[in-house]
């Protein structure tokens, strides 16, 4: 595999940056992750709009211009001969002596890598996937897609033990969303996803998911998710750029609704298939 860093293609196993780095000590840094489809990157524009954000939140300007990245990204995947696979990128404050203020005089590090990706099993598409809920032990930022991601890994973690593939974030009786996913639930035949806030990451798939719905008329809109009713929903979905959209069946060890995949999502995963099925066409 070939990597990206700071202007330079080459081999993964060559890529290296200063354990003095920010990202390394701190965690002073913001990422993306951006699916490909047959050398397509999907939504490039909307992640990359996504890392500027992020960036500007954590005082930093971007590395280059939107465009000059994007072109930086096709190369890497082409570079990797990329069909289907996942680009990531990663920018941090750079290289500088320990000590938290930003330092004076820093170049950002700007990091690629290009990874294949096997599709997700059509088995968790038929069955659905188990969920457990979880205490929000983040940060009050979670808008901005740090690369801090501690008690993300530690509630995955746990999720695995549990045999569950996800775990849901639940801040003062309400669901944000999952630990690396955005989360919509259907109450009498309509679908909400939490808004925009600060304890939700504004996911790209989730507003591809908003989009389809409002062109096909379906039901599906942005609405705050009490943790209480959550075990009631009769459809339980998690969108993520990876996984695109997955059925939740089992939620804390119960099943959710009839404990089969509901048919709101298979409207919703069918529109979303077509829409990548155009972007390999073209
Ligand atoms: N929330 C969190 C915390 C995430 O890590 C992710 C995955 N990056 C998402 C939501 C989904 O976002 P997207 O659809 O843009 O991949």
Redesign the pocket.
């Known amino acids: 595999p070939i990597a990206y860093v700071n202007g330079t293609f080459l081999p993964l196993s060559e890529a290296r940056v200063s354990i003095l780095d920010r990202g390394f000590q701190f965690a002073d840094g913001v990422y993306e ?1 951006i699916p490909v489809y047959g050398g397509r990157p999907f939504r490039l524009d909307a ?1 990359l709009g ?1 890392l500027e954000r992020s960036l500007r939140e954590i005082g930093m300007a971007p590395p280059m211009d939107r465009e000059a990245l994007g072109e930086q990204v096709r190369e890497l995947i082409a570079r990797n001969e990329g069909r289907d696979c996942q680009a990531y990128i990663q920018v941090t404050r750079g290289e500088a002596p320990r000590n938290h203020p930003f330092p004076d005089a820093v170049h950002p590090t700007v990091v690629m890598t290009c990874t294949p990706v096997t599709p997700v099993p059509e088995e968790w598409i038929r069955e659905g996937v188990s969920v457990i809920t979880a205490e929000d032990i983040r940060w009050a930022r ?1 808008d901005i ?1 740090s690369i801090a991601l501690l008690p ?1 890994v530690m509630m995955r973690q746990k999720a695995a033990e549990s045999g569950a593939f996800e775990a849901l974030w639940v801040h003062q009786g309400q669901v944000m ?6 989360i919509f639930a259907v109450f009498g035949g309509r679908a909400v996803t939490p808004p925009d806030g600060s304890r ?7 507003d591809v998911v908003l989009e389809l719905a409002a062109e096909q008329d379906l039901p599906v809109a942005s609405g705050e998710i009490d943790a209480a009713d959550l075990p009631h929903a009769e459809e339980i979905w998690v ?4 996984k695109e959209v997955l059925p939740v069946t089992r939620l804390d060890g119960e099943p959710v609704g009839k404990g089969r995949p509901g048919p709101l999502f298979r409207t919703v995963l069918d529109a979303y298939r077509a829409r990548i099925r155009e972007l390999r066409a073209r």
Do not use: F, Q
């Not at 969303?177 to 955005?182: I, L, T, V």
């Not at 969108?239 to 990876?242: A, D, F, G, K, W």
């Open positions: 992750v992640h996504r979670c897609k993300n969303e999952g630990a690396a996913s955005n939700v990451l504004p996911g790209i798939t989730r969108t993520s750029s990876t």
